[in-house]
């Protein structure tokens, strides 16, 4: 994606990551952040849920794991129940007034 740039520390790919970025300055109010259990960047997106938490940033973070599911599992297989249900979150999230 970026020639020569390692981009699994990339701050636009991995923002809690090796010379991440200002997380303080994040410019929205909420974040949601859904993780894949059998994933292995599982433990990268709860990284980034705790950078975010610790940042001094004031808004709401949210972390939703999907069990036994592996990366992209919603995009590999849209039509499972695990799949819609993740779709329901993102369409509360997204309508949910704050």
């Known amino acids: 994606m970026f020639p020569g740039v390692n981009i699994y ?22 974040v949601l952040i859904f993780v894949a259990g059998k994933d292995r960047l599982r433990e990268r997106g709860y990284n980034y849920y ?6 001094g940033w004031g808004g709401a973070v949210e972390i939703v794991e999907t069990e036994g599911e592996d990366h992209v599992f919603h995009l590999l297989n849209p039509n499972s129940d ?7 979150q993102v369409v509360s999230f997204i309508n949910a007034v704050h």
């Open 9 to 30: 520390d990339d701050p636009r790919i991995n923002p809690a990551g090796a010379g991440g970025v200002e997380l303080a300055s994040l410019q929205c109010s909420r």
């Open 82 to 88: 695990k799949a819609g249900v993740m779709m329901k």
């Open 50 to 55: 705790e950078a975010l938490k610790q940042s």
